[in-house]
């Protein structure tokens, strides 16, 4: 009985080590990286609370001791009728196919910017270590442009060729001022709240944030009192929040929004722009001709893919929805149903009845740990927010899960 799993995030690692405690099954893993990515630390690269080896584990490590096998190689295609997944392997140039019995699709989501003029071509996104760390040496560079303005200033002063008025640093400040570092972070969603905040740590002092949303508050997905205290929590550490304000367009250094309430353009001014407004399915969903909802995997109530027995869709890629709850696209929901597809295969192949999947991190019953910068973070869980304590337990959270996969940690 062969088992394959294409996409090693949250969910498709966690369907692995259920699957491997559950049943003595041929298992194979297919990530196009040799690493996994926690995503939800990635925003902390900004800031170097943490760098590549804190966010990353060796997925090779992992499918030895899961006792799976492990193919590194992008799947462009699956064929559900020959129970065949196609993938690119190397540097895309080797093609080789992978047949299974059983087949989970846990290949996530990528950003999203909705055919908006200029946005793709003139922003950072933090969806993956690479574009992250792209991110981070965009700041650092606009870091070391202001620190070496600084200097020439100083230098000029204490020439005195005229340039700045005295020593005492009065006029060096205005200047250094004037080279101010604006990030703007389109989206107000978690993601954005939080790369705001590492963005505020990185800065310290040196710029201004601000971020930028289409809806009335921030957090929009989230009750109305998380949006209250997160935005109180970033106003006090000095992020700007346009909301209210719909991207139209973006230029080289510039973004033109409109105000929703009255259609009036208001143009920014940015040296580094963050994208973080919108999630889109992975591309290999387009593949795949099954039922969908806005792109996502539909499931059944027990996450296979709606109409198929054999294939199973789970993580941020798979709509799930049953009895008006639908699950959130986040990492709880991610590791949960990775978990209750393993079991529902090792039933399946048990000849017992399936169970139905239950979400607990839902789109109309939130839960979240989200951290804004300088070691704050707030929790709401059950209807009940606190801030005391958050951080930490985020912090435990996140060190347990890395601990789990027993992720090898290694520079890459
Ligand atoms: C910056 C950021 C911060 C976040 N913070 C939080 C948070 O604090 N809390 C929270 O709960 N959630 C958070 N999330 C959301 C959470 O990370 C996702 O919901 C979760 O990662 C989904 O897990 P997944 O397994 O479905 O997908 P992923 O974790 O994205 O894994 C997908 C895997 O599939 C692989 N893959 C993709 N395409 C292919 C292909 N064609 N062939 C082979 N392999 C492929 C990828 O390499 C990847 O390893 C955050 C997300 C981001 C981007």
Partial sequence: MKIVI??????????????SRRIDADITLIDRKEYFENLALLPEILSGKVNTSDVTGDIRKFAKRTGANFIVGEVYDVDFDEKQVYLRRGRGTEVSAESYDFLIISVGAEPSFFGIPGAE????????????????????????????AKHWHWHCAVEGDGVAEDRSGVAEDRRAGDRSIDVVIAG???????????VVDFLRGRGACR?????????????????????????????????????????ENEIELRKVSSSESVVLHFDMLIWTAGL?????????????????????????????????????????ERASR??????????????????NIARALKGKPLKE??????VQNP????????????????????????????????????????????EI
């Fill in 188 to 198: 107000a969603g978690l993601t954005g709240v939080e790369v705001a905040g590492e």
């Fill in 121 to 148: 071509e003139h922003s950072f996104t933090v969806n993956s270590l690479e574009s992250v760390l792209s991110a981070r040496r965009k700041l650092d560079e606009l870091a070391q442009a202001q620190a070496q």
């Fill in 357 to 362: 999947y239950t979400p607990k991190n839902t």
């Fill in 280 to 320: 889109k399915p992975n591309r290999l969903s387009e593949r795949i001709s099954a039922p969908k909802v806005r792109g996502w995997l539909k499931t059944d109530d027990y996450l296979r893919v709606y109409g198929f027995e054999d294939v199973y869709a789970i993580g941020d890629i798979a709509h799930f």
């Fill in 6 to 19: 294409i996409g090693c995030g949250f969910a498709g690692l966690s369907a692995a080590e259920t699957l």
């Fill in 367 to 410: 839960r979240a740990l989200i951290s804004v910068g300088g070691n704050e973070a707030i929790a709401y869980f059950n209807g009940i927010l606190f801030t005391c304590f958050a951080y930490r337990i985020k912090k435990h959270i996140e060190r347990k899960f890395m601990r789990k996969f027993s992720v090898n940690r290694g």
């Fill in 211 to 251: 971020i930028v949303e289409m809806m009335p508050r921030v957090l929009p997905a989230m009750p109305e009192k998380v949006s209250r205290r997160v935005a109180h929590m970033l106003a006090r550490r000095g992020v700007e929040m346009l909301t209210g304000h719909a991207v139209q367009s973006v230029r």
């Fill in 326 to 343: 639908t699950s959130g696209k986040n990492a709880e929901e991610a590791e949960r149903q990775g978990k209750a597809a393993a079991e």
